[in-house]
């Protein structure tokens, strides 16, 4: 968590490209907020918990949440928050 919050440059617009229900079978997505397919700011790191990873706090329109950083991608590549984001992601999914 150290090395990430000296690494990223908050906030951030990052993508939910995982989720760990049926999102993906579903039109729930579409509606909720904080859900698959959905871009929100992220506005700094939260906590940990141990099957999710580090939580974030962000921001969807008016509405704050938390979700956890490693079912978020930043784009495009050129975003200084990118490669942070992908090596946590990475990381945590190989832990």
Partial sequence: MKWLEENLSFPFTAK???????????DVAE?????????????????????????????EKRRIGHVP?????VSPKSDLNYWPVREYVEWFGNR
Avoid at 16 to 26: E, I, L, Q, S
Avoid at 45 to 56: D, T
Avoid at 69 to 73: G, H, K, N, R, S
């Fill in 16 to 26: 939910m490209v995982d989720d760990d229900d049926d999102a993906y079978f579903t």
């Fill in 31 to 59: 509606r909720e907020p904080f859900r698959l397919g959905h871009t929100m700011t992220v506005l700094r790191l939260e906590c940990e918990i141990l099957h999710y990873g580090i939580m974030v706090k962000v921001r």
């Fill in 69 to 73: 950083l490693a079912d978020l991608e």
